[in-house]
């Protein structure tokens, strides 16, 4: 037998030296497990190499009796492994404790609100003096939604606007307070200084405040009016935004008329606290100026139908904001019309036809139109940046459109209009600076405006815009007309005429 050291590769990872050793005049077979890495690192080693265990037949260095060994030798060392248990790769974090979530359970928070309010009472300066202090022990930003319901409604709010089942309730709250603006006045103090104190609570108010007024159906017509002063004065007030009101928009809401008239008693509230002037600012803000008449159902949406159900309600001022509304609306959408028939190159008296006609529509005055159309025709062109050039393109465009501008002068307020825009446009666009002198005379001549407009607005109704520069333009030209004869004033054009 040889006695030479012998390696087996087990596996991947282990594998067998064997050697016979001389003990007491016989030979034992020693065996070691060592790892496949080890002995790669070592192959100087001059060992043999068994490919495939346990090995089986005969082997020209083993005897039958040693692979026998072997093989047994295999079996009980792969039993007495222990199997290896699986490990994540990465690294662990461990959660800090004040990172931990907790559960969220409104109950302790709604016990301790409502049993503080209990205790203040109708007092609403304890009521304040209470929220104040409880925010420094109770998770406001986390239970906010529950906050506002108990303050306004007296318990947590299920969907639809019913009180849930849960017993823990109080009596002093929004809905249960006397029905007078006074009080509603007193109540938005209260909301005013919780989210002064913890503005982190100004956006969850806001979303409370519409859900609130989708819930509308859910509430009594006291309750409902008793939220409609409170949101009119708080929005007043700027502790909110506009946007808001979207939620009146509702489908359901608007269907049943319970939009309509949450919307007066609000705007009703809302103007005594401030005016007409705070409505319309906040409305043009939120983009919501144009929107009002949603407030009713598709067949009842028109100017009419509003003007009627609120200076019903003695909320004209709203009536008169709203149809102005729908007036600037229906100028946009001539204004942009006739600018599509003038990039079309439609005739003039086609255009004057339909722009007549709709005047009458929309009921717009004279001086209305005249404006309308002096910024649709200079609208329709691009114009030169250079100053030099751009005069001269511009009385070669209005003498193209001079037609139209003489159909809507008819009146002497109509041609004033027209000039104090020709002024204003002048200035606006600073290359038109120079040209202003000459567009009027351009328009004098084609019967578009007449003596007695150019020397009312040189002397009584021109704008301070640019009125130096304007005024020394027309000198001149103010001193011809005052001076030339009746019969000449439109025929002499040479000398005394400055365009000659």
């Not at 490990?87 to 979530?101: C, M």
């Not at 309730?169 to 007078?180: G, H, I, S, V």
């Not at 709709?358 to 005249?370: F, V």
Request: proline residues 2%.
């Amino acid at each position: 037998m040889k006695c030479c050291p012998l390696t087996i590769r087990l596996n991947s990872k282990y594998c067998f030296y064997w050697e016979y050793k001389k003990k007491k005049g016989a030979y034992n077979l020693n065996i070691f497990t060592f790892s496949w890495f080890c002995y790669k690192s070592c192959r100087k080693k001059k060992v043999s190499v068994l490919p495939n265990f346990p090995v089986s037949g005969t082997h020209p260095l083993l005897s039958a009796e040693d692979v026998n060994h072997l093989n047994t030798a295999h079996l009980s060392f792969m039993n007495n492994q222990k199997q290896q248990k699986p490990t994540l790769t990465g690294q662990r974090f461990k959660t800090r404790k004040r990172d931990e979530k907790e559960r969220f359970d409104p109950t302790q928070f709604q016990e301790s609100i409502v049993q503080g309010l209990n205790q203040t009472g109708s007092d609403l300066e304890a009521v304040a003096k209470f929220l104040d202090a409880s925010g420094a022990k109770l998770d406001y930003r986390r239970y906010a939604e529950t906050l506002f319901d108990i303050l306004v409604a007296g318990g947590m709010l299920a969907p639809g606007g019913t009180l849930s089942d849960d017993m823990t309730r109080t009596e002093f709250c929004l809905f249960t307070a006397q029905e007078d603006l006074e009080t509603m006045q007193a109540y938005a103090q209260v909301f005013n200084k919780l989210i002064r104190r913890y503005k982190y609570l100004e956006k969850g108010f806001e979303e409370e405040i519409k859900k609130l007024l989708l819930f509308l159906k859910g509430f009594t017509e006291s309750e409902r009016n008793k939220l409609a002063m409170l949101t009119g004065i708080l929005l007043a007030n700027g502790n909110i935004s506009a946007s808001i009101l979207n939620s009146l928009f509702n489908e359901n809401l608007v269907k049943e008329g319970v939009s309509a008239a949450f919307a007066v008693k609000l705007f009703k509230s809302w103007i005594n606290e401030k005016d007409i002037n705070s409505v319309a600012g906040s409305l043009r803000k939120v983009g919501m100026d144009n929107r009002l008449m949603e407030l009713f159902p598709a067949n009842k949406r028109s100017c009419e139908h509003f003007s009627k159900y609120f200076t019903d309600a003695g909320l004209k001022e709203l009536s008169d904001f709203a149809r102005n509304q729908q007036s600037i609306g229906a100028r946009k959408e001539l204004q942009k019309e006739l600018q599509e028939q003038m990039a079309r190159g439609d005739p003039q008296k086609e255009i004057i036809t339909f722009t007549k006609e709709e005047m009458k529509k929309a009921n717009l005055s004279e001086q209305a139109m005249i404006s309308i159309i002096w910024t649709s025709v200079m609208s329709c062109v691009e114009w030169n940046k250079k100053e030099e050039l751009v005069t001269e393109q511009a009385i070669k465009h209005l003498k193209q459109y001079s037609l139209l501008l003489k159909a809507f002068t008819s009146q002497g307020l109509s041609e004033l209009s027209l000039l104090l825009k020709i002024q204003e446009y002048c200035y606006d666009n600073i290359h038109f600076m120079k040209a202003f002198q000459k567009i009027v005379v351009l328009l004098y001549k084609a019967d578009v405006l007449s003596e007695e407009a150019i020397l009312k607005w040189y002397t009584e109704t021109h704008l301070a815009k640019g009125k130096s520069v304007f005024l020394e333009q027309m000198k001149k030209f103010v001193e011809w007309l005052k001076n030339a004869e009746e019969g000449k004033r439109k025929t002499q054009h040479t000398p005394l005429h400055p365009e000659a």
